[in-house]
């Protein structure tokens, strides 16, 4: 089986589809519809090989600060970032990112490349 991804998006029609084209590729995949529950996931005895958080999600914490927690749990975790507000990426300045942020509308196949980058090649 493939790598385990985490993906973290309060759109459901997004997160749906990436969900969809993930699983598809044979990417083993959870998901969660906010911060709160990718933590509560995060501090599962659950193997995640990468989290993709969108940044800007109602309730806590946003996608930096998920990151920032998960990243100290498991500090071998890859991050992907997703978001829709136009010069976020320069938001984080007091802190280093932990991977790169993609802008949506992001391509699908932008997307599945980054997630192969991150992961050292195909799915399965």
């Given at each position: 089986m493939?790598a385990t991804l985490?993906?973290?998006?309060d759109?459901d ?5 990436v ?5 598809a590729?044979g990417?083993?995949?959870?998901q969660a519809?906010?911060?709160g ?7 599962e005895d659950?193997?995640?090989d990468l ?5 800007v999600?109602?309730?806590?914490p946003?996608?930096?600060?998920l990151a920032d927690?998960?990243k ?7 991050v992907?970032?997703a978001t ?6 320069r938001a984080r300045q007091?802190?280093p990112?932990?991977?790169?942020i ?14 192969r980058?991150?992961l050292g090649?195909p799915?399965a």
């Amino acid at each position: 089986m493939g790598a385990t991804l985490l993906v973290v998006e309060d759109d459901d029609d997004i997160r749906e589809l990436v969900v969809s084209v993930l699983r598809a590729e044979g990417y083993c995949v959870l998901q969660a519809v906010n911060g709160g529950v990718a933590t509560v996931l995060l501090g599962e005895d659950i193997a995640i090989d990468l989290l993709f958080t969108d940044i800007v999600m109602p309730g806590g914490p946003d996608g930096f600060e998920l990151a920032d927690r998960a990243k100290q749990q498991r500090p071998e975790l890859k991050v992907l970032y997703a978001t829709g507000y136009a010069g976020l990426a320069r938001a984080r300045q007091d802190r280093p990112l932990h991977g790169k942020i993609l802008n949506k509308p992001y391509r699908l196949d932008e997307f599945l490349s980054e997630v192969r980058r991150l992961l050292g090649g195909p799915a399965a």
